[in-house]
């Protein structure tokens, strides 16, 4: 079975500057998808970011990119410029390829921002 | 587009009563599956919708029953309340094939009490 560990459960960044959080996973598989999710207070799940494991490049979306290596089964979320509003919990999780595949999380780390 | 609602969003229950969650969306998913989060544990799967007509137990499936009449609908019954129960609960949904990297989409989460 697949597992996905956050092994910090709270980091702290000033704001605007950059703060990288980590996750391992443990699979079998070749093929498959991670995923980071940010949990504000409202608890609403958001997808922040998306990398398939068949790709090399590594996944942006503005200010949030991820640093993806396979062979070590790392996933790690860097955040620049970081803003108030990037406080919240945030999960990393797995999907393998297959059809209808559940999708597997962390535990989640929180992240505050100081003004 | 709502995407996936689930309603209702608070509730407490007396120890023993019945409920139930409702979850629809409007994507034409054929994945939908429902997850409970509680502190320091992440989200858990309870259980999980491949299509109408077919569903599967998740890692925490006691106390809670599904059923998926319509590609759109997929209920989360619990028949007999219990403490244990008070949590988050989050419905959600995805394509069952690789359409948009299999990313699972989430409704806004029922908080439910159980006294």
């Known amino acids: 079975a697949q597992t996905v560990t956050q092994s910090q459960p709270e980091m702290s960044v000033q704001e605007a500057e950059t703060v990288t959080l980590s996750c391992t996973y443990d699979?079998?598989?070749?093929?498959?998808?991670l995923f980071w999710y940010k949990q504000p207070p409202s608890r609403q799940m958001i997808l922040v970011i998306r990398?398939?494991?068949?790709?090399?490049q590594n996944a942006t979306e503005n200010r949030f990119s991820v640093n993806f290596q396979k062979a070590a089964k790392s996933f790690s979320l860097k955040i620049s410029d970081s803003q108030l509003g990037d406080a919240a919990m945030y999960f990393c999780?797995?999907?393998?390829?297959?059809?209808?595949?559940?999708?597997?999380f962390g535990k989640g780390i929180t992240l505050s921002v100081r003004p | 587009n709502a995407g996936v609602t689930q309603t209702p969003k608070f509730q407490v229950l007396k120890t023993g009563q019945s409920m139930t969650l409702q979850c629809a969306q409007d994507?034409?998913?054929?994945?939908m599956s429902w997850y409970r989060q509680d502190p320091g544990m992440g989200l858990r799967l309870i259980h999980y919708?491949?299509?109408?007509?077919?569903?599967d137990q998740g890692e925490v499936p006691n106390g809670y029953n599904v059923s998926r009449s319509t590609t759109e609908d997929f209920p989360l019954r619990l028949l007999s309340a219990a403490p244990s129960q008070t949590s988050v609960y989050f419905c959600?949904?995805?394509?069952?094939?690789?359409?948009?990297?299999?990313?699972?989409?989430f409704g806004e989460g029922s908080w439910l009490t159980v006294v």
């Open positions: 959600a949904s995805s394509y069952s094939l690789g359409t948009e990297g299999n990313t699972i989409y």
């Open positions: 699979t079998s598989e070749s093929d498959y998808y």
């Open positions: 990398q398939e494991a068949y790709k090399q």
């Open positions: 999780a797995y999907r393998s390829s297959g059809a209808n595949s559940k999708l597997t």
């Open positions: 994507m034409n998913h054929e994945y």
């Open positions: 919708s491949v299509g109408a007509g077919i569903t």
